[in-house]
Nanobody, 120 residues
Framework: QVQLVESGGGLVQTGKSLRLSCAAS????????MGWYRQAPGKQRELVAT???????NYTDSVKARFTISRDNAENTVYLQMNSLKPEDTAVYYC??????????????WGQGTQVTVSS
């Protein structure tokens, strides 16, 4: 079992920055793609960004050029740097680990979520 613990959320004004962190309880990055998702009130959970075990990244269009996903393999931690925040970025942000071996799904882990609120 792997635990993911998010931190770094909070209340900021429009245009400011936040950095979210997600620490895994053990080393999983070699077989897991890591991702950040978010869920706003009354909306479905949506993908924000992912980083594959090989390091390639993917972003939803609304955050491109503003958000950056990265990871520190030595610390078993994945980050989401969020710049130029907008009120529509307000949501609970969740860390995800999608673990596969040879393309076969092994496990899917989620963190407890961290609230990000952007005031206008």
């Amino acid at each position: 079992q792997v635990q993911l613990v998010e931190s770094g959320g909070g209340l900021v004004q429009t245009g400011k920055s936040l950095r979210l962190s997600c620490a895994a309880s053990r080393s999983i990055f070699s077989i897991c793609a890591m991702g950040w998702y978010r869920q706003a009130p009354g909306k479905q959970r949506e993908l924000v960004a992912t980083i594959a075990s090989g390091g390639s990244t993917n972003y939803t269009d609304s955050v491109k050029a503003r958000f950056t996903i990265s990871r520190d393999n030595a610390e078993n931690t994945v980050y989401l740097q969020m710049n130029s925040l907008k009120p529509e970025d307000t949501a609970v942000y969740y860390c995800n680990a999608d673990c596969r071996l040879g393309g076969v799904p092994l496990a899917d882990y989620w963190g407890q979520g961290t609230q990000v609120t952007v005031s206008s």
